[in-house]
T-cell receptor, first 110, second 116 residues
Framework: QKEVEQNSGPLSVPEGAIASLNCTYS??????FFWYRQYSGKSPELIMS????GDKEDGRFTAQLNKASQYVSLLIRDSQPSDSATYLC??????????FGSGTQLTVLP | NAGVTQTPKFRILKIGQSMTLQCTQD?????MYWYRQDPGMGLKLIYY???????DKGEVPNGYNVSRSTTEDFPLRLELAAPSQTSVYFC???????????????FGPGTRLTVL
């Protein structure tokens, strides 16, 4: 069974710090990886997508992918209270289906 | 564009009742999906569709049915509701690109269903 595992959290960081969210996946056929942010009671929204090994930066967010280690991470620099949410990691293979992790709850303390 | 819309937002069902959750997208996306999310958990795929007239089972299809008669609509049918189906249901859609990439899935606002 294809699985995506995330560090259980909850994770608390002070405002302005770097938040590091981690994810591992079991399906070596996975080609694409996504980080979604989900505020309480709301639907998931895409933060980052990454397809190639290495880093991908978008503003305060950096996604990192290591296919050899089957590892994906999301770094949030200069964390803000508005970043407080649950972050969902997802992987996708050739079937174009997303497999989601259970999420990591992040709290940024003012 | 309204994106992906879902109705109703909330619903309470009694055990054994049936209902249809509606999902509509106005982005002309080929792919549509139904997920359920239990408290503190990630999303589990129920059914998906790659185009009008084509549907397939996801990870947790038991107790549900779908149809896709148009590109825009992808209703989810619950027959004989059970307490285990209490969850938040999200519909999503995406465009199809090359086989080497997977497209962003856009989610609707969700339907919160309680079965008592």
């Amino acid at each position: 069974q294809k699985e995506v595992e995330q560090n259980s959290g909850p994770l608390s960081v002070p405002e302005g710090a770097i938040a590091s969210l981690n994810c591992t996946y079991s399906d070596r056929g996975s080609q694409s990886f996504f980080w979604y942010r989900q505020y309480s009671g709301k639907s998931p929204e895409l933060i980052m997508s990454i397809y190639s090994n290495g880093d991908k930066e978008d503003g305060r967010f950096t996604a990192q992918l290591n296919k050899a280690s089957q590892y994906v991470s999301l770094l949030i620099r200069d964390s803000q209270p508005s970043d407080s949410a649950t972050y969902l990691c997802a992987s996708s293979g050739s079937a174009r289906q997303l497999t989601f992790g259970s999420g990591t709850q992040l709290t940024v303390l003012p | 564009n309204a994106g992906v819309t879902q109705t109703p937002k909330f619903r309470i069902l009694k055990i054994g009742q049936s209902m249809t959750l509606q999902c509509t997208q106005d982005m002309n996306h080929n792919y549509m999906y139904w997920y359920r999310q239990d408290p503190g958990m990630g999303l589990k795929l129920i059914y998906y569709s790659v185009g009008a007239g084509i549907t397939d089972k996801g990870e947790v299809p038991n107790g549900y049915n779908v149809s896709r008669s148009t590109t825009e609509d992808f209703p989810l049918r619950l027959e004989l509701a059970a307490p285990s189906q209490t969850s938040v249901y999200f519909c999503a859609s995406s465009q199809s690109l090359s086989a080497l990439s997977t497209d962003t899935q856009y989610f609707g606002p969700g339907t919160r269903l309680t079965v008592l």
